[in-house]
């Protein structure tokens, strides 16, 4: 089993030969990249535990207390966590009204009803189900354990979180504040996100827009309406290699075939007699020509997130946060550029994931079969 962890830079740097340029740790624009044979361009269609004493600058130009890294503090969510401002998920609509006084708006909405204030809104089923399907005589196979707030919708920045996370904060913070979520949620055709978390049947869910929290929500049941991609992973333990979804990309997993509608949305495409690179807003997958088997995924910008929330431009910390220790750290000095490469196997080491890291800065992930295990697989052959 150590010779599949041995000599993983070399393979590495054969895996990266056919990488976006970023990975490759190479200057050189992606286009220009080769695939084990020169590419030719085809036009596009369309066009918990980080150390806590480790800071880092802002991610981005941006220099607003939005973009600043907190410390992590990431605990165990608890039922201070559903409520805001003393308004929680047990709350009468008549408690929320004597904090926040008489509503902006309110408005009948089938089996429950919606109450608008500025920054923030509340939901309650109407009373009439709550007795309706607790009837005793009735065998409806359902009931209702809770009265009150069903759902409690964040929008202004000047309202917290029990942690002090607001709306039009950035991902990294809700992360670096909350830990791993249970589930990352992608709206597939806007490009918004979710990072889900759960406690029983209580649901924290921040929405994300380009990056930024755009609202928050605190529910109870299922948290919307958002399509499962990346899918949900299990969390393994502290020594336990990643999980299966780990090495997935935008839903996509290794060694499966190109969908008819990923082949039909790309952004930009290259590719040779034996291989494609198929080039998405956020990630890049490189693909055998003929079966469109997939072989390799790449993370290329915060256009689009890992299964557990890492993106690019997230601080090395936040990866230690998500991921936990390393199996094996790399560095590479090709070309005067160092990058460290952070390393994660899959059960067996049949696959491997990896964070590309430069100047403490996420640049980019690659999820990639082994290629020392496949090297010892056909050498038993």
Request: aromatic fraction near 8%; proline fraction near 3%.
């Given at each position: 089993?150590?010779?599949?962890?041995?000599?993983?830079?070399?393979?590495?740097?054969?895996?990266?030969?056919?990488?976006?340029?970023?990975?490759?740790?190479?200057?050189?624009?992606?286009?220009?990249?080769?695939?084990?044979?020169?590419?030719?361009?085809?036009?596009?269609?369309?066009?918990?535990?980080?150390?806590?004493?480790?800071?880092?600058?802002?991610?981005?130009?941006?220099?607003?207390?939005?973009?600043?890294?907190?410390?992590?503090?990431?605990?165990?969510?608890?039922?201070?966590?559903?409520?805001?401002?003393?308004?929680?998920?047990?709350?009468?609509?008549?408690?929320?009204?004597?904090?926040?006084?008489?509503?902006?708006?309110?408005?009948?909405?089938?089996?429950?009803?919606?109450?608008?204030?500025?920054?923030?809104?509340?939901?309650?089923?109407?009373?009439?189900?709550?007795?309706?399907?607790?009837?005793?005589?009735?065998?409806?196979?359902?009931?209702?354990?809770?009265?009150?707030?069903?759902?409690?919708?964040?929008?202004?920045?000047?309202?917290?979180?029990?942690?002090?996370?607001?709306?039009?904060?950035?991902?990294?913070?809700?992360?670096?504040?909350?830990?791993?979520?249970?589930?990352?949620?992608?709206?597939?055709?806007?490009?918004?996100?979710?990072?889900?978390?759960?406690?029983?049947?209580?649901?924290?869910?921040?929405?994300?827009?380009?990056?930024?929290?755009?609202?928050?929500?605190?529910?109870?049941?299922?948290?919307?309406?958002?399509?499962?991609?990346?899918?949900?992973?299990?969390?393994?333990?502290?020594?336990?290699?990643?999980?299966?979804?780990?090495?997935?990309?935008?839903?996509?997993?290794?060694?499966?075939?190109?969908?008819?509608?990923?082949?039909?949305?790309?952004?930009?495409?290259?590719?040779?007699?034996?291989?494609?690179?198929?080039?998405?807003?956020?990630?890049?997958?490189?693909?055998?020509?003929?079966?469109?088997?997939?072989?390799?995924?790449?993370?290329?910008?915060?256009?689009m997130l890992t299964s557990r929330g890492l993106s690019k431009g997230d601080d090395v910390?936040?990866?230690?946060?998500?991921?936990?220790?390393?199996?094996?750290?790399?560095?590479?000095?090709?070309?005067?550029?160092?990058?460290?490469?952070?390393?994660?196997?899959?059960?067996?080491?049949?696959?491997?994931?990896?964070?590309?890291?430069?100047?403490?800065?996420?640049?980019?992930?690659?999820?990639?079969?082994?290629?020392?295990?496949?090297?010892?697989?056909?050498?038993?052959?």
């Open positions: 089993m150590n010779k599949l962890k041995s000599g993983i830079l070399l393979a590495y740097a054969i895996l990266a030969m056919s990488a976006p340029a970023v990975l490759a740790a190479q200057p050189a624009d992606a286009d220009n990249q080769t695939a084990g044979a020169a590419l030719v361009n085809m036009d596009s269609r369309n066009d918990k535990e980080a150390s806590k004493d480790r800071s880092g600058s802002d991610k981005t130009s941006s220099e607003t207390d939005h973009d600043t890294l907190i410390p992590v503090d990431s605990d165990m969510l608890s039922d201070a966590d559903f409520s805001v401002n003393g308004i929680g998920l047990d709350s009468t609509v008549d408690s929320v009204k004597a904090k926040l006084y008489n509503p902006d708006s309110a408005i009948s909405r089938g089996i429950y009803d919606e109450y608008n204030w500025k920054g923030i809104s509340v939901e309650a089923l109407k009373p009439f189900l709550n007795k309706y399907v607790n009837r005793k005589d009735l065998s409806i196979g359902s009931q209702i354990k809770h009265t009150g707030i069903s759902k409690i919708v964040i929008t202004s920045d000047s309202i917290k979180t029990a942690r002090g996370v607001t709306a039009g904060m950035n991902r990294e913070s809700v992360l670096r504040k909350y830990g791993r979520p249970d589930k990352v949620l992608w709206k597939k055709f806007d490009d918004s996100f979710c990072l889900v978390y759960k406690k029983e049947n209580n649901i924290l869910a921040f929405n994300l827009n380009n990056d930024t929290i755009s609202s928050i929500d605190i529910s109870r049941g299922n948290s919307g309406t958002y399509e499962i991609r990346p899918s949900e992973y299990a969390v393994p333990s502290s020594k336990s290699p990643l999980s299966a979804n780990d090495f997935d990309i935008a839903g996509l997993k290794l060694g499966d075939a190109l969908s008819s509608d990923d082949q039909e949305n790309w952004v930009k495409k290259v590719s040779n007699a034996v291989e494609e690179m198929w080039y998405y807003s956020g990630y890049t997958v490189k693909a055998t020509k003929q079966n469109k088997l997939i072989e390799t995924l790449f993370l290329t910008d915060n256009q910390t936040t990866a230690e946060l998500l991921y936990g220790k390393p199996d094996k750290i790399e560095l590479d000095l090709r070309n005067g550029t160092p990058y460290v490469i952070y390393i994660y196997f899959s059960k067996g080491l049949k696959n491997i994931f990896a964070v590309y890291i430069k100047e403490d800065k996420v640049d980019s992930v690659m999820c990639a079969k082994n290629p020392q295990y496949t090297k010892q697989s056909n050498q038993s052959l």
